[in-house]
């Protein structure tokens, strides 16, 4: 009996989704890949939205912010960092230009666009690259 070609390619699917999640890093270890070269700045409780140029999530554990002049921010989500999974998608929920540690982060699974949970943001830490940080 041959298998279905529904099968296989479901095989294949599966086979690759495994893959991608084996090979991804520790999650210190991706944050530490974001800041390398970087140095650390003084934490702030907020930063400005319309200079996020994109973020994404280390599973459980931060939420890596970058601004539009290169400086990354990394937060570690003082609650609900657990529902946190890399493919989740962030829903801000602010009242402001601003994105404070005193606002709500809803995670929507991606495939279902079901709430997952929410998050309550810690402080925001910057790294700045080396000889931008020379320069202020």
Same mark, same amino acid.
């Given at each position: 009996?041959?298998?279905?070609?529904?099968?296989?390619?479901?095989?294949?699917?599966?086979?690759? !989704?495994?893959?991608?999640?084996?090979?991804?890093?520790?999650?210190?270890?991706?944050?530490?890949?974001?800041?390398?070269?970087?140095?650390?700045?003084?934490?702030?409780?907020?930063?400005?939205?319309?200079?996020?140029?994109?973020?994404?999530?280390?599973?459980?554990?931060?939420?890596?912010?970058?601004?539009?002049?290169?400086?990354?921010?990394?937060?570690?989500?003082?609650?609900?960092?657990?529902?946190?999974?890399?493919?989740?998608?962030? !829903?801000?929920?602010?009242?402001?230009?601003?994105?404070?540690?005193?606002?709500?982060?809803?995670?929507?699974?991606?495939?279902?666009?079901?709430?997952?949970?929410?998050?309550?943001?810690?402080?925001? !830490?910057?790294?700045?690259?080396?000889?931008?940080?020379?320069?202020?």
């Amino acid at each position: 009996m041959r298998p279905s070609p529904i099968l296989i390619a479901a095989a294949m699917l599966f086979g690759t !989704v495994a893959v991608q999640a084996g090979a991804r890093d520790n999650p210190e270890q991706e944050i530490a890949k974001a800041i390398a070269g970087r140095v650390e700045g003084k934490p702030v409780d907020c930063i400005y939205q319309h200079d996020i140029r994109s973020s994404r999530i280390v599973d459980r554990t931060a939420i890596i912010y970058e601004m539009s002049n290169g400086t990354i921010y990394i937060n570690r989500p003082e609650s609900g960092a657990s529902f946190m999974h890399w493919d989740d998608v962030l !829903v801000t929920d602010t009242h402001g230009p601003q994105l404070c540690r005193v606002d709500i982060i809803r995670l929507y699974n991606t495939s279902s666009r079901i709430q997952t949970g929410s998050v309550g943001p810690g402080m925001f !830490v910057p790294y700045s690259r080396r000889d931008r940080a020379k320069r202020l």
